[in-house]
């Protein structure tokens, strides 16, 4: 029982457990969604929170929810509350301003070009180019060696992976891996950010170093925290993204016609894709204080896990919602979060889907999914994705 009282977001739920569910969870979370709405999973020893509207209103209620966790290791940005976390965000968002963003588009897209140039005429999906586009794009971005990015995934890969099954024993050696992780991370970064003291680049650990909030720096451990959370926070996810794009152009491959025809619908079907299949399919939080959501009572101290991944299909707010509509407007999926807390990396994010998308349907046609090899999904309670996506294509 002890095992859920911290971490309970790393513990999977049993009715997610089944081989089916691991490939498609949304059924059974648009069944709790309705048969048990807002329930304390004794197992996990949390809440589970599922309908669109409660979900909303925990993630815009810092105040009530919060984000504030105890481990050392958490003392980054995602884990703060105001007003530590609105000074830090300040700071950090002069870097992510969809302005400062959309400088990087030739970049990437001459990154998507080179991995797509590489690939015959089959490739796995996550292996040759969802993986490495944003790991290539962070560490430029961070100025430190693209040549480390192997260590950058197997890093990231760590500190989202959850335990093999649901024992304490497992789930022990999930933490210690990644304390482990996060150790090796901290000397990475302290070695970069001792180089950049002597030699300053036009990167952004170098920006970070001379950022200011209110007359003060930041200090060392909050520089490499942050830059572990990027990497943390902003690789797997839009990994993700791109193969989750790929996973329904092949199972619905009509659209991949319709949007080589008509590029200009790219943003709008990367929105449905966040919303059908999203990234992240949980939010944890811990009440501040005794609430009342939907009727249950909960207590100071509870741990909430908001499932996004839910309140996406909930048809109370979105019409048809377990089909894919590659125009849908207004589409106000939750996939980034919502509120203060709102994903920095947004506008990265979809820049990033976008072009891969795009450069993908200007080099690649008729998209298939090569048949008869195992897929394996993504072991998380809290990430949803595929670890390998085998496809076959036409060259344009
Ligand atoms: C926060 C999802 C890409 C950096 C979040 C949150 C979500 C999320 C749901 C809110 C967590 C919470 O409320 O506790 C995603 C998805 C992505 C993505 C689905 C890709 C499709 C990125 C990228 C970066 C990034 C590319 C950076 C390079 C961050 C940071 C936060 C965050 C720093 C913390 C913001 C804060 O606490 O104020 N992301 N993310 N994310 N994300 Fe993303």
Redesign the pocket.
């Known amino acids: 029982m002890m095992k859920g009282s911290k971490f309970a977001n790393m513990l999977r739920m049993t009715e997610l457990e089944t081989p089916e569910s691991r490939l498609d969870p949304f059924g059974v979370l648009s069944q709790l969604r309705r048969e048990s709405p807002v329930r304390f999973d004794e197992n996990r020893n949390c809440w589970d929170v599922f309908p669109y509207e409660d979900v909303h209103r925990i993630?815009k209620d810092p105040k009530m929810f919060s984000?504030a966790r105890g481990a050392a290791a958490n003392q980054n940005?995602?884990f703060m509350d105001p007003p530590k976390?609105h000074q830090l965000?300040d700071l950090v968002n002069k870097a992510f301003t969809p302005r400062a963003i959309q400088e990087l588009a030739p970049r990437i897209r001459d990154i998507a070009e080179d991995l797509l140039s590489q690939a015959g005429a089959e490739m796995d999906v996550v292996h040759d180019f969802a993986a490495p586009l944003?790991v290539i794009v962070?560490s430029e971005l961070l100025g430190v060696p693209s040549s480390d990015r192997h260590h950058f995934k197997q890093w990231s890969d760590v500190l989202v992976e959850s335990a093999e099954d649901l024992s304490d024993e497992a789930f022990e050696q999930i933490m210690q891996k990644r304390m482990k992780t996060v150790g090796e991370l901290t000397d990475y970064f302290q070695g970069i950010l001792k180089e950049r003291a002597s030699e300053p680049k036009d990167d952004l650990v170098s920006a970070l170093m001379q950022a200011e909030i209110e007359g003060e720096k930041l200090s060392e451990q909050e520089i490499v925290n942050f830059c572990i959370?990027?990497l943390a926070?902003?690789n797997e996810?839009?990994t993700n993204?791109i193969t989750n794009s790929f996973r329904i152009l092949t199972e619905q491959p009509q659209l991949q016609v319709e949007l080589a025809q008509d590029p200009g619908v790219i943003p709008t079907f990367i929105e449905e894709v966040?919303r059908y299949y999203?990234?992240?399919v949980s939010?944890g939080r811990v009440a501040s204080e005794d609430v009342q959501i939907g009727g249950s009572l909960i207590r100071k101290g509870d741990q909430v896990i908001t499932w996004v991944g839910a309140a996406n299909r909930d048809e109370s707010k979105f019409t048809d919602p377990d089909a894919f509509h590659k125009l849908r407007k207004p589409n106000p999926h939750m996939?980034?979060?919502f509120g203060?807390?709102?994903?920095?990396?947004?506008p990265?994010?979809r820049l990033e889907g976008h072009i891969a998308i795009e450069t993908l349907l200007q080099f690649c046609h008729d998209i298939k999914l090569v048949p008869g090899r195992e897929i394996v999904p993504i072991q998380s309670s809290f990430v949803f994705g595929l670890k390998n996506y085998p496809v076959t294509f036409e060259s344009l």
Do not use: E, M, N, V
């Open positions: 993630l984000s940005l995602l976390h965000r944003p962070i959370l990027l926070a902003g996810t839009t993204l966040l999203p990234p992240i939010i996939s980034f979060g203060i807390h709102f994903c920095l990396g947004a990265l994010a």
